[in-house]
């Protein structure tokens, strides 16, 4: 009996690796492959002679270089707190359904169907120097001059939270929906108000999804390149370091240095998933799989 259920659990145990082989094939063909690859061109300076770190070591000698990570950084969390927020406020709120729920649920997700381009596009003609929001203030008298509001971070942080917001927003209500409503009743029916079931009930199983969509809206808005060209300063307030790999690869062809500057920033956003993972592991996880929207 005991070896029958050995060659079962053998002929299970293949089945599993021979699914999981295309996936693993996947990434290690269109990620690991290549981030090895980057690492090893960064160890190739263009300058004959220098040593395997000298693009690195140039990269943090230089403050108009590894400024970058700063002005990057201080695009990339603001925007994801915000966008974290705006879309646990709606999520909860959707929790249970509402009316016109698809046509609002439409509404919210169609920036992902427009592009970053169109989305920029659409954003200098509303929110630009002569765009329709400053005619209309003006026309209104509420101010005088037209608000700047793209061409700076405030542009890039416009143009990021409406890519963004779509993606946090369907994982967070399909995350929250997925919350057993009997909990939820039980609360109510102890005499516990709305704020009181939110934070402690609601609130801690909501906490690890909260988490894993504050990580990927973290590094999604980490990456940001044409958003930061389009509607922002690349040459000023707004150059990432996206912007900086990307001067050297194609502006100076220093592909060395440029693999150097990509390697950087990966690490930069691989050190804020450790660290964001690592929070999520203190959290207590808890099944939140019940009946759901009714």
């Known amino acids: 009996m005991a070896r029958i259920r050995s060659d079962s659990r053998s002929e299970l145990d293949l089945v599993a690796i021979l699914c999981l082989a295309p996936s693993l094939l996947y990434v290690l063909a269109m990620f690991v492959y290549p981030f090895l690859y980057g690492i090893y061109i960064s160890l190739q300076p263009k300058k004959p002679g220098a040593g395997i770190f000298a693009n690195y ?141 939110f934070r402690r009930v609601m609130f801690p199983l909501i906490a690890p999804g909260l988490i894993i969509a504050f990580a990927l809206v973290f590094v999604m808005s980490f990456a940001v390149f044409p958003s930061a060209v389009m509607v922002g300063q690349p040459a000023g307030s707004t150059r990432t370091i996206s912007i900086a790999a990307y001067q050297q690869a194609f502006e100076q062809y220093d592909m060395s240095y440029a693999s150097a500057i990509a390697v950087i920033m990966g690490l930069c956003q691989l050190a804020a998933l450790v660290l964001i993972v690592l929070v999520r592991r203190r959290m207590t996880i808890a099944t939140t799989m019940g009946v759901g929207k009714r």
Request: hydrophobic share 50%; proline share 4%; aromatic share 14%.
């Open 57 to 197: 070591v140039a990269f943090f000698s230089d403050a108009y270089q590894y400024s970058t990570i700063k002005t990057t950084f201080m695009l990339a969390l603001p925007t994801t707190v915000a966008v974290v927020l705006v879309a646990l406020f709606l999520a909860y709120g959707m929790r249970r359904g509402i009316w016109f729920e698809r046509t609002i649920t439409t509404i919210l997700v169609l920036p992902i169907s427009l592009g970053v381009v169109f989305l920029s596009e659409g954003i200098l003609g509303f929110y630009g120097h002569n765009g329709w929001l400053n005619q209309l203030l003006i026309a209104a008298g509420l101010i005088e001059n037209p608000l700047e509001l793209t061409h700076n971070s405030i542009g890039v942080t416009f143009s990021l939270f409406m890519q963004n917001f779509p993606f946090c927003f369907l994982m967070l209500l399909g995350y929250i929906s997925g919350i057993d409503p009997s909990l939820e009743s039980s609360a109510r029916m102890l005499g516990a108000g709305p704020w009181t079931i």
